[in-house]
């Protein structure tokens, strides 16, 4: 069964360095979804992102944050100077989507990565 | 905006026993609802869906039913087994298509 795969599955890094997380969504999906859980907290969104752009963003989702889909199968998220709050686990999710944007709901994550900054 | 509230846990419950998790929504127009489940040192795996009213979303053994009126989507099983231990999220898309999740609730089951 087809997944959706992130990498690393962990990363520890220092305040204020840049941060690169991978994922490789569901190969026929269109719609790419990047969230958050602080440790023992909710699942958070950050960002969503469609047909090579952003399309919806949360509050958590600020200048320091950004995607890009370099190819046609990695969607990166990443956090250009990492602060101590940046430490979480970042799920990566993707969902089928159809012309005229009419989406397939349910999303599918991957494993995440643990991300900590020290 | 769109809010998920979840039952508080830790609930910790003995194998065989019945299991209720609460799961109350606030949204506007007429949300999707989802349970997922994140076992041990896992990411999320869709647990089950309801996108309308009155729909009864079921696997592995557990349901969930959309209520409109209660505006409420209680996940249910007859008979839990240790290997359900794990942490169960209610969420819900609305007219965005981002999902809110609610906090969360663990559950252990004892053998």
């Known amino acids: 069964e087809p997944e959706v795969t992130q990498t690393p599955s962990h990363q520890v890094t220092q305040m204020g360095q840049e941060v690169i997380l991978r994922c490789v969504p569901i190969?026929?999906?269109?719609?790419f979804y990047w969230y958050r859980q602080i440790l023992g907290q909710k699942v958070e969104f950050l960002v969503s992102?469609?047909?090579?752009?952003?399309?919806?963003k949360s509050e958590i989702f600020d200048d320091q944050f950004s995607v890009e889909r370099p190819d046609g199968s990695n969607f990166t998220l990443k956090i250009r100077s990492t602060k101590l709050e940046d430490s979480a686990m970042y799920f990566c999710?993707?969902?089928?989507?159809?012309?005229?944007?009419?989406?397939?709901?349910?999303?599918?994550f991957g494993p995440g990565t643990r991300l900590l900054v020290l | 905006g769109n809010s998920v509230t979840q039952m508080e846990g830790p609930v910790t419950l003995s194998e065989e026993a019945f299991l209720t998790i609460n799961c109350t929504y606030t949204?506007?127009?007429?949300?999707?609802l989802f349970w997922y489940v994140q076992y041990p040192g896992e990411g999320l795996q869709l647990l089950l869906k309801?996108?309308?009213?009155?729909d009864k979303g079921s696997n592995k053994g557990f349901e969930a039913t959309y209520r409109k009126e209660t505006t409420s989507f209680h996940l249910e099983k007859g008979s839990v087994q240790v290997s359900d231990s794990a942490v169960y999220f209610c969420?819900?898309?609305?007219?965005?298509?981002?999902?809110?999740f609610g906090s969360g609730t663990q559950l252990t089951v004892l053998p």
């Open positions: 949204a506007t127009g007429y949300p999707s």
């Open positions: 309801a996108t309308k009213a009155d």
């Open positions: 992102f469609y047909n090579n752009e952003i399309s919806e």
């Open positions: 999710a993707s969902t089928w989507g159809l012309a005229g944007g009419v989406t397939q709901e349910t999303q599918y």
């Open positions: 969420a819900l898309t609305g007219s965005a298509r981002q999902l809110t």
């Open positions: 190969s026929n999906h269109l719609y």
